[in-house]
């Protein structure tokens, strides 16, 4: 009913910026928090930011002053600005939404497949 498909990784030298995207498309009604997750090798898949539908963000303290996420309500997309990126950054970057969609105007999470962020020293 829903896919979210990513865009935007890469492998970054220390210090520098990416910016990823996620757009949602599909049979949706209305799209509440969107939000970007990471999960490095061997660790447990982490919040990193969201931003809800009227613009309200909230970071994890890794990411605060170094990433601002964004989103663009008619294009049903979310952005995930990453500065002064470090090593410790590199993991799969997932995006997730909280929508209402389909015929019946179901709540579901949705996730992407991820984009792989890699950060060299």
């Known amino acids: 009913q829903v896919q979210l498909v990513e865009s935007g990784g890469g492998l970054v030298q220390a210090g520098g910026s990416l910016r990823l995207s996620c757009a949602a498309s599909?049979?949706?009604?209305?799209?509440?928090?969107m939000a970007w997750y990471r999960q490095a090798p061997g660790k447990q898949r982490e919040l990193v930011a969201v931003i809800s539908s009227g613009g309200t963000t909230n970071y994890a303290d890794s990411a605060k002053g170094r990433f601002t996420i964004s989103r663009d309500n008619a294009k049903n997309t979310v952005y995930l600005q990453m500065n002064s990126l470090k090593p410790e950054d590199t993991a799969v970057y997932y995006c997730n939404a909280d929508v209402v969609a389909g015929s019946s105007w179901r709540r579901n999470h949705y996730w992407g497949q991820g984009t792989q962020v890699t950060v060299s020293s």
């Open positions: 599909g049979s949706i009604f209305l799209m509440n928090a």
